[in-house]
């Protein structure tokens, strides 16, 4: 390793002064910071996770002429809502799909987390729909997590929770690990597929996403619509995807077999289309706000938020319930410039809870920190021995997970336009950051 951290110092790519590094993924070569929160132009939005391989360019959140951010533009547009009116056309949508018998007439993805309580109750409860939610299981439960999606159910909802194969999404998390550094993907796919699955599988005609990714950054449809697109989860020939940055064939030299991936197959568009299913987002009829949702499940459930702050961010209550979410953020961070306590942070400022100066600071204490704490038994997780990965154990140049393996992994994914090594200081630093804009 020592040698290797030699190599990468003595790499002009990633020498200070390179007035002309490499750029990574697309991303734009000059960085900036809106002016209204923490973001920076490199963040990456939302993306069709089984169209994304290694040569894929990130789409990226936009900058107005003022170096303001999308997000936060989409922040003050929501401030001159009629709320009221949108709750209107959710009464009227929820008059037109509710069933009079008591059957299922929505369905909530989520893992009892803040936000999917909220959804789930308030539809439940207020709006007397007969949601049913379902679950795409995480990676490694936390404790807390656990416990939050028993009390979820305990709260009066039917669950489908559905538990991929451990031995496949191990592998698949490795190999996304391996060549995205995206650990998070095949989750991601997995628990953006499953819903409309069930609820095509079960006739139920609405699905209730929470969030808008335009909350985000994400480029608006030309019409405001609450409306989820399916191509998200839905492709041509269903057979043509990627996941872990892999095609079916290269797939099988890894030992994932046809059946191994069915969970993970997008939906036909022409099946999707006849389904005649309803996505929509909550958060386009009522006001989204992730800190009162918190306390709304705090008041109407026995949630339980970490017992400790996420490392890399001062928060305790997202994003909380499988153990993978620290690793996810890192590897974020490596590839983008961008941790964990920049989207708390900048969602934070939008909302008008703390101001971008205080934004900065938190950034400047947290972002980027090394996640510590279940890391002998994430390594251990995406570690592919002999026994129950035959082809992966060998065709793998290292197929146990060691923090030095992960290291240089980690440089590997290292943008040269994001990142210097200070050979005084024997460590990568970011060029650029919302604290030394220079």
């Known amino acids: ?11 002009s790519d990633y020498k200070k002064g390179n007035n002309n590094p490499k750029v990574f993924y697309g991303l734009p070569k000059e960085i900036k910071f809106c002016n209204n929160c923490t973001y920076n132009n490199q963040k990456p939005n939302s993306e069709i996770e089984f169209k994304h391989n290694i040569k894929t360019k990130k789409p990226i959140i936009g900058f107005n002429k003022n170096e303001v951010c999308d997000a936060c533009n989409r922040g003050l547009e929501k401030q001159s809502i009629n709320w009221k009116s949108r709750e209107n056309e959710l009464l009227e949508l929820c008059n037109k799909y509710r069933k009079k018998d008591g059957s299922y007439d929505c369905l909530v993805p989520g893992s009892g987390g803040k936000d999917s309580f909220f959804a789930a109750h308030i539809l439940k409860y207020k709006y007397k729909m007969n949601p049913l939610t379902v679950t795409w299981a995480p990676h490694i439960y936390t404790e807390w997590g656990w416990k939050n999606f028993k009390s979820w159910i305990s709260s009066g909802f039917d669950n489908y929770l559905f538990t991929p194969s451990t ?19 095949p989750f991601m796919i997995g628990q953006m597929l499953f819903p409309p699955k069930i609820a095509m599988k079960l006739k139920i005609p609405l699905i209730f996403y929470g969030e808008n990714p335009d909350e985000y950054g994400n480029k608006k449809n030309k019409i ?29 030299e890894y030992g994932v077999s046809d059946n191994d991936l069915i969970a993970y197959k997008p939906i036909n568009k022409d099946e999707v289309s006849k389904s005649n299913i309803n996505v929509q987002y909550l958060g386009y009829y009522l006001r989204w706000h992730p800190q009162e949702n918190y306390y709304y499940t705090i008041e109407n459930s026995n949630f339980t938020p970490s017992p400790e702050r996420t ?6 209550y997202s994003s909380i319930d499988d153990k993978l979410d620290d690793l996810h953020y890192y590897t974020t961070y490596i590839k983008f410039g961008m941790g964990r306590a920049t989207y708390d942070s900048a969602q934070e400022i939008r909302n008008g809870e703390i101001d971008r100066e205080e934004g900065v600071e938190l950034v400047r204490k947290f972002d980027g920190e090394y996640p510590i704490r279940f890391e002998n038994e994430l390594f251990e997780y995406l570690s592919m021995d002999s026994k129950n990965f035959p082809k992966a154990s060998r065709k793998l140049k290292n197929p146990i997970m060691t923090k030095e393996y992960f290291d240089k992994l980690t440089d590997k994914f290292r943008s040269p336009h994001l990142w210097y090594y200070s050979s005084s200081e024997k460590k990568w630093k970011l060029r650029k950051t919302v604290f030394n804009n220079n």
Do not use: C, W
């Open 167 to 185: 031995l496949t999404h191990r592998l698949l998390t490795r190999l996304a690990l391996e060549n995205l550094f995206h650990p998070f993907q």
């Open 311 to 316: 490392p890399g961010t001062y928060s305790k």
């Open 224 to 252: 405001d619509s609450p409306k989820k697109d399916i191509k998200f989860f839905s492709k041509e020939k269903s057979d043509d995807f990627f996941i872990s940055g892999l095609n079916r064939k290269q797939l099988l």
């Open 1 to 11: 390793m020592k040698v290797y951290k030699k190599l990468m110092s003595n790499n």
